[in-house]
């Protein structure tokens, strides 16, 4: 069994209609899979239902085997969940190391080990450790971000398109650093508008149209699918 499987999932927000259409997820352990397709495919909707942040109708999710569709994103944490929104995922007024230890909420532990792993991982977020994060480029407030979700010690880490607004080059180091974390054993779950980059370091994709799996494959499979190549990575 995976370590993360999503099945069957459909559902939308609230009392609306139905975004995700029988959407099916998995991620094995230190695994990296990528969810891309069109605007409107139901990307990040299908990664906040594997989060608890939408009504499921149908379908469930598991984590390691336990069934957690009941719980709340905060549960979800708690289970071994870190999740990186694409907007508002930092503390702007409050200084970078300010924002790691805010990650470490759920912890009663020593986390200054994790937090030199992190300053380790990303040598940006340490030289601006003292600054306030609102004061950094756009890459650098992705990485603190990052950064913070791993301060929870997560197993599994959700990342809506980390690279989103940031340079080819801040973007490479982005991937870069997320391979190493993956590497470390932790599964990453990502949804990335720069599919064909992002492709390029799965080991699983996920092409999503109107909420819906329209293929899914390794990331090389997918590189080379002449069909997905033509409709979703411009030939």
Not at 114 to 123: A, H, K
């Amino acid at each position: 069994m995976s370590f993360l499987s999503a099945t069957n999932m459909t559902g939308g927000y609230g009392a609306g209609p139905d975004i995700l259409h029988d959407l099916e997820l998995s991620v094995d352990k230190g695994e990296i899979a990528v969810i891309v397709g069109p605007n409107g495919a139901g990307k990040s909707t299908g990664m906040k239902a594997v989060f608890g942040m939408l009504n499921l109708r149908e379908g469930a999710v598991k984590l390691d085997g336990t069934d957690i569709t009941g719980l709340s994103p905060q549960e979800r944490v708690h289970k071994g969940m870190g999740f990186v929104p694409q907007v508002r995922n930092i503390f702007p007024t409050m200084s970078v190391r300010e924002n790691l230890e805010m990650g470490a909420f759920i912890r009663d532990d020593d986390f200054e080990p994790t937090i030199e792993q992190v300053y380790e991982l990303f040598p940006a977020v340490y030289e601006k450790r003292n600054q306030n994060a609102g004061e950094l480029s756009g890459g650098q407030r992705q990485q603190v971000a990052v950064g913070r979700a791993l301060m929870t010690q997560p197993k599994l880490l959700m990342l809506d398109e980390p690279t989103a607004g940031v340079s080819p080059i801040v973007m490479d180091e982005l991937f870069d650093r997320i391979i190493e974390v993956a590497k470390t054993g932790i599964s990453i779950l990502m949804v990335e508008q720069n599919a064909r980059q992002a492709l390029e370091i799965a080991d699983k994709g996920y092409v999503l149209v109107q909420g819906r799996n329209a293929y899914t494959d390794t990331g090389e499979a997918l590189l080379a699918d002449p069909e997905v190549r033509r409709t979703f990575l411009g030939g």
